[in-house]
T-cell receptor
Framework: DQQVKQNSPSLSVQEGRISILNCDYT??????FLWYKKYPAEGPTFLIS?????DKNEDGRFTVFLNKSAKHLSLHIVPSQPGDSAVYFC?????????????FGKGTKLSVIP | DTAVSQTPKYLVTQMGNDKSIKCEQN?????MYWYKQDSKKFLKIMFS???????INETVPNRFSPKSPDKAHLNLHINSLELGDSAVYFC????????????FGQGTRLTVV
């Protein structure tokens, strides 16, 4: 039962171009969404987030778009740089008893080609 | 100065053994987590402790037992290891149980042979 889906396991983009990573979710109770970036042999690191009351959040080269009606979000990286090559995880927040809880997608491996 | 550190980084052991993974955070966070990333690459929460108290306990075999001696440490002990336990285990922390911007350790790759 995948509540957060990243259907593209990998993506290759030329340096300087736009990278678009997609994420779909099924649980309408999710109210906050995050993107994490992971380099090999390291733990995930927080990249950017968006609340369900917004449709866009921008931080430098990174922009996350949220389409609630479609239960879809995307991460745009412009311009893409070789250092952006990593696995990107989409995560959604739900409420549990006494805490928030994150549900992660399987990740998309981004390769930025110099 | 690593924020969330876990040891060991790699662990190879035989079926039936008991092993522990240690985690420490120096961020002053109240809440710590164990996640498992299996062969299908899903990152799934296993446990969460808030100020040494268990607050999330997902459907995990009771061979897995977390222990939090203080809020800066969360260890994971696994009894009678099975082949299916092979995975990467990540420790993480958040400022409070109501924060979601988690800081992760580098992971422990457990291989059961």
């Amino acid at each position: 039962d995948q509540q957060v889906k990243q259907n593209s396991p990998s993506l290759s983009v030329q340096e300087g171009r736009i990278s678009i990573l997609n994420c779909d979710y099924t649980n309408s109770m999710f109210d906050y969404f995050l993107w994490y970036k992971k380099y090999p042999a390291e733990g995930p690191t927080f990249l950017i987030s968006i609340s369900s009351i917004k449709d866009k959040n921008e931080d430098g080269r990174f922009t996350v778009f949220l389409n609630k009606s479609a239960k879809h979000l995307s991460l745009h990286i412009v311009p893409s740089q070789p250092g952006d090559s990593a696995v990107y995880f989409c995560a959604a927040r739900g409420s549990g008893a006494g805490s928030y809880q994150l549900t992660f997608g399987k990740g998309t491996k981004l390769s930025v080609i110099p | 100065d690593t924020a969330v550190s876990q040891t060991p980084k790699y662990l190879v052991t035989q079926m039936g053994n008991d092993k522990s993974i240690k985690c420490e955070q120096n961020l002053g966070h109240d809440t710590m987590y164990w996640y498992k990333q299996d062969s299908k690459k899903f990152l799934k929460i296993m446990f969460s402790y808030n100020n040494k108290e268990l607050i999330i306990n997902e459907t995990v075999p009771n061979r897995f037992s977390p222990k939090s001696p203080d809020k800066a440490h969360l260890n994971l002990h696994i009894n009678s290891l099975e082949l299916g336990d092979s995975a990467v285990y990540f420790c993480a922390s958040t400022l409070t149980a109501w924060n979601t911007e988690a800081f992760f350790g580098q992971g422990t790759r457990l291989t059961v042979v």
